[in-house]
């Protein structure tokens, strides 16, 4: 069966669109308990990733690089929940944290904003223009995010296997045309995606171990070989102390390379 | 003296530009001597003229003869003919067998580019390594800084002793004859073979005798890893239903996924395949070999149900030694290789051999070396059959250590290739003939004697180097008619007040060793001939003393990995930039004050 990340806008009803998907079709939900993952496999107080998700990078924090690290920890705790299928992912940013695995249907839903105000209004008791400004706020932030971190436009359709509109279609018939791409062929769960999705948690893995130290760093995972892509300035005794300690540490990596001032692949994470 | 002029200051910020322009490296030196080239007619601060004067500049039309001959000299096989008898002179003693190759090779390289000379070792140095049971790493170094060294024995030796001559005739100073450096160069190279012979054990990474020449200082935690030597081959036989219920395997996957490359397969009905393409698809029931660590080929035989054999039972003959082997290969300078990766290539389509592993600064890579764009130095270990590889070889680009029987040469123009070199010698010692006359006339006879083709002397020619000096002479100019080296000059003297001649030299060997290391031997020289000679007259010390410090100490570049030939020879002698630091920092001492006392002793100062 397929991995299903539903990315949305705030109040675009993408949570119960996710919800009624993995009702239907017997998977689980997952969002906000990525975050307490991370936060506990990283020691990281959940406040500091959900900011790290959500808000754009400030200058300062571009050169810190501390919400790289926020991120690669995110990254890897998603990773590990979806390794087994069967999942509906509806938190953030799930189609740029997941990429590079042909099994995971990523589905963009976006509503009317005269509905999303509606919503807003009532859910938090505030005057149409305030809840219109505020959710204009969150999708500058969301934007400014997707754009500092992954260069992308989150409302680029490219990225998606499917958007939806939620205006003149329901909710239900969102679920409809989900449920039916999730169950095609393009996204069964093959030997060779399940190997894909082990490696990819296996680089995400390594990426969230060595981000702290050197954050930009670049690491690919094939069959449980690993490749960690470096700058010529990375390449110090340290670097090499940490590798060998990841190597003894993690079983699922059979052999790790370095590979300096070689252009990153695009699946690297 | 003079006062500072808009044109001084306008050539003082091209100096500037050129020297940023070379440390950033956004553009390459060439063209940033280009762009000197053009822009400083444009400014007004050269004639048109003056610009492209360096074009058809002695010093030009000689490296361009000198880089022909060099060429021809390598197609004769003179080289590797040399090899036997100076390895029956040495023994088995590695300080001896240092000693002998690196006096060949400074010798050869007095008459050739220092990078062509070492290229054209690289191989030879190779085999003695595997023969020997000496690592590549206390060879390497020891020969690549005698082919640096050599260039100062003659004054065609390297490219600032070449230019020497044409910088000094805009001040009326007698020019240098071709061997006056000589006893100066003798003494450089006598002290930095000495070095290694008598300190080697201290500067020079030891590596180990048992795997010579294969030391692995890799970057990469594996060093555990390999219980086997990575070229060892394996036959395995897939089971009969290998290919049932399951996607097709390919061998593309099994290096991917084992780090395993199949060198040979049974492809249907019974055809034997050596070195199968990637694409060629691994079917029930055959044989195929594998090259790669055992570790890897005993996890794939479980993995897959493979039956792996004690030893080549299949493949025993066709895979015999006479047939197919593997070699360390090297990137070779100017390769049409350099810069594309082996997929841009097409490289197994096009060569049909496997090409096993990269090496480079410190760094073994085993996964995806299909991705990793090649550098000039990088090694890269194939395998294949002989007449591939031989295929290969012929194609250029690719420094090859292969037996020497198996090389493309024209050992019967080796003595016409000799003769054209003397008469070029004496034409210039003999009869006073103008260097590039004398040359040219060289590199001429070694085309009409078919030495070698018009076509290939062509394309020996490196034209990075030609314009390198080509358009650097012009700054220098702009630099001594502006008025501009003249006021650096007496501005640095000001400040450093008196100083005795021997002070004044050390400090130009210093600095000029020192902008070697961060701009081009040949920029270096461009920049400081003009300033250093109006230094000397100010500070009444012999400005053709200072020139040829200059010139001399342009070639100290020992310290950093940034001359070709260091940069060349890092790959194969798994040399760090450590490595180079403190073997470098102390040959750079040594040759220093060896030069300061020949130039004393020779030429009284």
Redesign the interface.
């Known amino acids: 069966m397929a991995v299903i990340t539903i990315s949305r806008g705030a109040f675009s009803l993408g949570k119960i669109v996710a919800e009624k998907v993995a009702e239907r079709l017997h998977y689980d939900v997952i969002s906000r308990e990525i975050l307490l993952d991370a936060s506990t496999r990283f020691n990281v107080p959940e406040i500091k990733l959900e900011k790290a998700i959500h808000d754009a990078p400030g200058i300062l924090e571009r050169y810190r690089h501390s919400k790289q690290s926020y991120v690669a920890y995110i990254r890897s705790a998603l990773v590990e929940r979806i390794i087994n299928d069967n999942v509906v992912y509806n938190g953030l940013a799930g189609h740029l944290l997941i990429k590079g695995l042909p099994h995971v249907l990523k589905v963009r839903i976006t509503a009317n904003i005269e509905s999303r105000v509606a919503i807003e209004m009532e859910r938090n008791q505030i005057p149409a223009q305030e809840a219109r400004i505020l959710i204009q706020e969150d999708d500058k932030q969301r934007l400014k995010w997707t754009h500092a971190l992954y260069d992308h436009d989150p409302r680029d359709a490219s990225l998606y296997d499917l958007c939806i509109f939620i205006d003149k279609l329901s909710v239900d018939n969102a679920v409809d045309f989900i449920c039916r791409a999730a169950e095609s062929e393009a996204f069964r769960a ?3 995606n399940k190997q894909k999705i082990k490696d990819l948690a296996t680089a995400c893995r390594v990426k969230a171990t060595l981000v702290d130290e050197f954050p930009n760093i670049a690491v690919t995972c ?2 449980g ?1 690993v ?1 960690v892509y470096i700058s010529k300035d990375q ?1 110090t005794g340290k ?2 102390k940490k ?2 300690t990841i ?1 003894d540490n993690m079983n699922d990596i ?7 001032g ?2 990153v ?1 695009t699946d690297a994470v | 003296m003079e006062s500072l002029t808009p044109d001084m200051i306008l050539v003082m910020f091209m100096i500037g530009l050129a020297i940023f322009l070379f440390i950033v490296e956004w553009v390459r030196v060439d063209v940033v001597a280009i762009l000197m080239m053009v822009t400083l007619p444009l400014l007004h601060l050269v004639t048109p003229k003056e610009a492209f004067v360096g074009l058809s500049s002695n010093a030009v039309v000689s490296i361009i003869a000198v880089i022909i001959i060099g060429a021809g000299l390598d197609r004769t096989g003179m080289i590797n003919n040399l090899v036997a008898p100076v390895l029956r002179i040495a023994g088995k003693s590695s300080s001896r067998i240092i000693i002998a190759i690196s006096v060949t090779v400074a010798v050869i390289s007095s008459f050739m580019q220092n990078i062509g000379a070492a290229a054209l070792f690289l191989p030879a140095i190779q085999r003695i390594s595997k023969i020997q049971k000496i690592p590549l790493s206390r060879l390497l170094m020891p020969i690549g800084f005698s082919a640096i060294l050599g260039g100062t024995i003659t004054l065609v030796g390297c490219s600032p002793l070449i230019l020497l001559n044409d910088l000094l005739a805009p001040f009326n100073l007698k020019p240098f004859g071709l061997f006056d450096v000589t006893p100066i160069g003798l003494a450089l190279v006598a002290s930095g073979i000495g070095s290694f012979v008598l300190l080697g054990r201290f500067i020079l990474p030891q590596g180990d005798d048992k795997a010579a020449g294969e030391t692995d200082s890799s ?4 060093k555990s ?1 390999p219980d086997t030597d990575a070229t060892e081959l394996f036959e395995l036989k897939t089971p009969d239903d290998f290919m049932d219920y399951r ?1 097709p395997v390919f061998v593309e996957d099994l290096r ?4 395993l490359n199949v060198v040979a397969i049974t492809e249907p009905p019974d055809y034997n395949v050596i070195s199968p393409l990637p694409d060629v698809e691994v079917r029930s029931g055959i044989d195929l070999v594998v090259c790669g660590h055992k570790n ?1 080929v005993r ?1 794939m035989a479980l993995n897959e149900g493979m039956h792996l054999k004690d030893s080549l039972d299949t493949y025993k003959d066709s895979l015999g030694a006479q047939t197919v082997g593997s070699v360390e290969v090297v990137v070779a300078p100017r390769s049409p290789f350099a810069g594309k990766s082996l997929e841009d290539i097409n490289f197994q389509d096009r060569f049909r051999v496997t090409p096993l592993s990269v090496y ?9 070396i299909d ?3 090649l550098q000039v130095g990088d090694v890269v270990n194939l395998h294949g059959t002989w007449n591939r590889l031989k295929a290969l070889h012929k194609e250029g680009g690719l420094l090859f250590s292969l037996p020497s029987d198996m090389e493309e040469m024209r050992p019967e123009k080796a003595l016409w290739a000799g003769l054209w070199l003397i008469i070029a010698l004496v034409m210039i010692m003999g009869f006073k003939i103008q260097l590039s006359v004398a040359l040219m006339t060289g590199a001429l006879g070694m085309i009409l004697s078919r030495v070698l083709t018009i076509d290939e002397a062509y394309q020996s020619v490196d034209w990075r180097t030609i314009f390198l000096l080509a358009g650097l002479i012009p700054l220098g100019i702009a630099t001594e008619k502006t008025g501009a080296a003249a006021w650096i000059a007496h501005t640095i003297l000001s400040v450093i007040g008196d100083v005795s001649p021997i002070v004044l030299l050390t400090v130009i060997g210093i600095l000029s060793t020192l902008f070697t290391l961060v701009i081009s031997n040949v920029g270096a020289t461009v920049l400081l001939v003009p300033l250093v000679v109006n230094m000397a007259i100010a500070a009444h010390t012999d400005p053709r003393m200072a020139a040829l410090v200059v010139g001399l100490a342009t070639s100290n570049s020992f310290m950093l990995p940034t001359h070709q030939v260091n940069a060349l020879y890092m790959g194969p002698g798994h040399y760090r930039t450590v490595d180079f630091i403190k073997a470098g920092a102390l040959v750079s001492i040594i040759f220093l004050i060896v030069m300061i006392a020949m130039i004393g002793l020779v030429y009284g100062v």
């Not at chain 1, 059979?254 to 300096?260: F, R, S």
């Open positions: 093959t030997d060779k094939e069959y070989n490749l390449a670097l090499i590798l060998n190597r059979y052999h790790l390379e370095t590979h300096t070689v252009p692949p | 970057l990469s935690p594996e890893e996607d991917r996924h084992y780090l890897d996890r480079r600064h410190e760094e073994t890579y085993r996964a995806k991705d990793i764009v």
